[in-house]
C-alpha cells in the first residue's frame, strides 16, 4: 500500500534556529498538505500545495513558514527562527484526487 | 468558516459497552466531506472514513457504525462491543471543495479521548 514517509521521526533544535522537516508524499498525487499538532491538542491545518504554488494557507501559516517542492519527490516545510511554541507534531499529507487524505507518521519537533 | 465541535472531551466505558462519539459541524458550502481518524498513543493518524454532503447513507464496517444526518450537521460514530484496542483519541474533521475542484485543508474537532477499561 502507498504511504507518505516523513523524516526525521523527532527533530530536536535551538530556540531562533531553522528548522526544515521532509515529507515524500506518494509519487502520482497532486495536493500536499502540512499539518500540526500541539501535544495535547487538535490537529491544525497548516498550508496545501498543488501545481508548484500555495493553493490555501492558515493563519497560523505566518512568514516564519515556507514550503517547497525541490526535486519534485520531496516536500519541505521550513520554519525560519524556531520559537518555543513551535514544539508540536507535524504530519504531511497527499491526496492524489480518491477517497482520503494520507498522513504521514508525523515528525516531532521539540525547540529547547 | 468551517467549523468541528466534538463536545466529549473523554469517555470512559467499560469493554463490550457500545459507545457513541458525537460530531457536530458548521459549513456554508453545499459540497464537502466529513472524516473520522483515529489517533492511538503511537500517535498517528489513522483513516477510519470519509462522507460526501451528498451521501446520507449510514454506514457500517464491523464493530463500527457512522450515522450522518445533515438536518442536524451531525456525524456520530458508534462502536459496538468495544475493546480495549479501541482505546484512543477520535477526531472528527471536515473539508470543503476548492475552487480548482481539489481538497481545502481538513479542519479538525478537538477530539474525543476514548478510554475502554478492560
Known amino acids: 500500500e502507498p504511504e507518505v514517509t516523513q523524516t526525521p521521526s523527532h527533530q530536536v533544535t535551538q530556540m531562533g534556529q531553522e528548522v526544515i522537516l521532509r515529507c515524500v508524499p506518494i509519487?502520482?498525487?497532486?495536493?500536499f498538505y502540512w499539518y500540526r499538532q500541539i501535544l495535547g491538542q487538535k490537529v491544525e491545518f497548516l498550508v496545501s500545495?498543488?501545481?508548484?504554488?500555495?493553493?490555501?494557507k492558515s493563519e497560523i501559516f505566518d512568514d516564519q513558514f515556507s514550503v517547497e517542492r525541490p526535486d519534485g519527490s520531496n516536500f519541505t516545510l521550513k520554519i525560519r527562527s524556531t520559537k518555543l511554541e513551535d514544539s508540536a507534531m507535524y504530519f504531511c499529507?497527499?491526496?492524489?484526487?480518491?477517497?482520503?487524505?494520507?498522513f504521514g507518521p508525523g515528525t516531532r519537533l521539540t525547540v529547547t | 468558516a468551517q467549523k468541528v465541535t466534538q463536545a466529549q472531551t473523554e469517555i470512559s466505558v467499560v469493554e463490550k459497552e457500545d459507545v457513541t462519539l458525537d460530531c457536530v459541524y458548521e459549513?456554508?458550502?453545499?459540497?464537502?466531506?466529513l472524516f473520522w481518524y483515529k489517533q492511538p498513543p503511537s500517535g498517528e493518524l489513522v483513516f477510519l472514513i470519509r462522507?460526501?454532503?451528498?451521501?446520507?447513507q449510514n454506514e457500517i464496517s464491523g464493530r463500527y457504525s457512522w450515522n450522518f444526518q445533515k438536518s442536524t450537521s451531525s456525524f456520530n460514530f458508534t462502536i459496538t462491543a468495544s475493546q480495549v484496542v479501541d482505546s484512543a483519541v477520535y477526531f472528527c474533521a471536515l473539508s470543503e471543495e476548492n475552487s480548482g475542484g481539489g481538497a481545502d485543508g481538513l479542519t479538525f474537532g478537538k477530539g474525543t479521548h476514548l478510554i475502554i477499561q478492560p
Open positions: 509519487s502520482n498525487h497532486l495536493y
Open positions: 499529507a497527499s491526496w492524489g484526487g480518491s477517497y482520503e487524505q494520507y
Open positions: 500545495f498543488y501545481n508548484n504554488e500555495i493553493s490555501e
Open positions: 462522507r460526501n454532503s451528498f451521501d446520507e
Open positions: 459549513t456554508r458550502d453545499t459540497t464537502y466531506y
